[in-house]
């Protein structure tokens, strides 16, 4: 971990709070009363096997699906009966698993597509700029996005979200498909957020080291509940999240290298 240090603000003011939320699609129950709160500069990390209703979740949260129940709240605002477009617009934004860029687009247009998407009150353009050198960006603003090696086309996902000002930011899976090597950018992103931004962050992934430095709280999705939630290290050493999960995610990661 470099300069920011990532703590749990928990006590804050909730950013976000979610009451009893549910999902449904048709006789399948993704969730079920799920219930947590966020802080605002907070880092909460949701993990769960493959299918556990982490995407679904995220998918719920920024309007994209409707929940089946459940109350969501941003800034003690009830938000769950709007869509997607206007849910962003108050700062509710998530990236995708993949990627959420515009590949025959080129890098400068596929940001500007991300700033008229915006809230426009909370955008930082010199935050952007700063992310844009540090991944690598900066001199390729010309060229399309489709040509950028997979792990510049994640972080210029990465900078269209964070150009849109968000007050809360859902990432699915920031790490998916990156080399080692590019997963620090992740942190450097996820650090430039929270000190500029004063965001909170949840974040879905599979990658135990980054969830180790990244969450100081932790979410286990299993089986359409909260399996276990609380500190990340102690919810890591429970005996039901390892039976549960720990042991397949490993293996799972390594594979991907
Ligand atoms: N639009 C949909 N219609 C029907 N079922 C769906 C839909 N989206 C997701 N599901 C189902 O909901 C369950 C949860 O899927 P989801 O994609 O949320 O899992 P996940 O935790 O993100 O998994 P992974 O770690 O593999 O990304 C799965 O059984 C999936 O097949
Ligand atoms: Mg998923």
Same mark, same amino acid.
């Given at each position: 971990?470099?300069?920011?240090?990532i703590?749990?603000?928990s006590?804050?003011?909730?950013l976000?709070? %979610?009451?009893?939320?549910?999902?449904?699609?048709g006789?399948l129950?993704?969730? !079920?009363?799920?219930?947590?709160?966020?802080? =605002?500069?907070?880092?909460?990390?949701v993990?769960?096997p493959n299918?556990?209703?982490?995407?679904t979740?995220i998918?719920?949260?920024?309007g994209q699906?409707?929940a089946?129940?459940?109350?969501v709240?941003? &800034?003690?605002d009830?938000?769950?009966?709007? =869509?997607?477009h206007a849910?962003?617009?108050k700062?509710m934004? $998530?990236?995708?698993?993949?990627?959420?860029?515009?590949?025959?687009?080129?890098v400068?247009?596929?940001?500007?597509?991300?700033?008229?998407?915006?809230?426009?009150?909370?955008?930082?353009? &010199?935050?952007?700029?700063?992310?844009?050198?540090?991944?690598?960006?900066?001199d390729?603003?010309d060229?399309?996005?489709? !040509?950028? =090696?997979?792990?510049?086309?994640?972080?210029?996902?990465?900078?269209m %979200?964070?150009?849109?000002?968000p007050?809360?930011?859902?990432l699915d899976e =920031?790490a998916?498909?990156?080399?080692?090597r590019?997963?620090?950018?992740?942190?450097q992103?996820v650090?430039?957020?929270?000190d $500029?931004?004063s965001?909170g962050?949840?974040?879905?992934?599979? !990658?135990?080291?980054? %969830?180790r $430095?990244?969450?100081?709280?932790?979410? %286990?999705?299993? &089986?359409g509940?909260?399996?276990?939630?609380? &500190?990340?290290?102690?919810v890591?050493?429970?005996?039901?999240?390892i039976?549960?999960y720990l042991g397949?995610?490993?293996?799972?990661?390594?594979?991907?290298?």
């Amino acid at each position: 971990m470099s300069t920011t240090e990532i703590t749990s603000d928990s006590s804050d003011k909730p950013l976000l709070e %979610v009451h009893q939320l549910a999902k449904a699609f048709g006789n399948l129950n993704v969730f !079920d009363n799920l219930s947590f709160q966020m802080g =605002p500069r907070e880092v909460l990390g949701v993990i769960g096997p493959n299918g556990a209703g982490k995407t679904t979740l995220i998918n719920v949260l920024s309007g994209q699906l409707a929940a089946s129940s459940g109350t969501v709240l941003l &800034d003690r605002d009830p938000i769950s009966r709007l =869509p997607f477009h206007a849910r962003a617009r108050k700062g509710m934004i $998530r990236s995708f698993q993949h990627t959420n860029i515009f590949s025959e687009e080129s890098v400068s247009e596929n940001l500007s597509r991300a700033k008229r998407f915006s809230s426009s009150t909370h955008t930082d353009e &010199d935050g952007a700029r700063s992310l844009l050198d540090s991944f690598g960006l900066s001199d390729k603003l010309d060229h399309p996005a489709v !040509d950028l =090696p997979y792990g510049l086309q994640k972080m210029l996902g990465l900078v269209m %979200v964070y150009i849109t000002g968000p007050r809360v930011l859902l990432l699915d899976e =920031p790490a998916a498909g990156l080399e080692s090597r590019e997963r620090i950018l992740v942190d450097q992103f996820v650090e430039t957020a929270l000190d $500029r931004l004063s965001c909170g962050i949840l974040i879905v992934e599979h !990658d135990m080291d980054m %969830v180790r $430095r990244l969450c100081p709280r932790l979410i %286990v999705l299993d &089986d359409g509940q909260i399996l276990a939630e609380g &500190d990340t290290a102690d919810v890591l050493r429970r005996r039901e999240v390892i039976e549960a999960y720990l042991g397949v995610t490993e293996e799972k990661t390594d594979a991907e290298g």
